[in-house]
């Protein structure tokens, strides 16, 4: 079973702060099912890390949005209503 620290370090290092080399910083979440959100506001990438070990990027995402993600209550029920199907996304790294 992977850990976070060991999908952090394969995709950009524990200390490098990134994903896939795009430069986001991961701000960890208080979530059921998500343990971590990164923003891009250069490019409008929202990155999500859930607790399964599976990371997705969301394109097009205004910065509105992933504040409203920030503050949700339920960042997995925000996620699924007001993320998920509207923006174009892509799996980076498949659950564990």
């Given amino acids: ?3 976070h620290t060991d999908i952090i370090g394969r995709l ?3 200390n ?3 994903i896939q080399g795009v ?3 991961h701000i960890p979440v208080a979530s059921s099912n998500l343990k971590s959100i990164a923003y891009d506001p250069s490019k409008s990438v929202l990155e999500v890390l859930f607790k399964s070990g599976s990371v997705y990027q969301y394109y097009n995402v205004p910065v509105s949005v992933h504040e409203d ?3 949700a209550e ?3 029920q925000h996620l699924a209503k007001y993320i998920k199907g ?3 996304y892509r ?3 498949p659950s564990s």
């Fill in 69 to 71: 993600l920030l503050g």
């Fill in 74 to 76: 339920s960042k997995g």
């Fill in 86 to 88: 509207k923006f174009p």
């Fill in 23 to 25: 430069g986001m910083q």
């Fill in 12 to 14: 950009g290092g524990p």
């Fill in 1 to 3: 079973m992977r850990r």
């Fill in 16 to 18: 490098s702060g990134s």
């Fill in 91 to 93: 799996m980076i790294l």
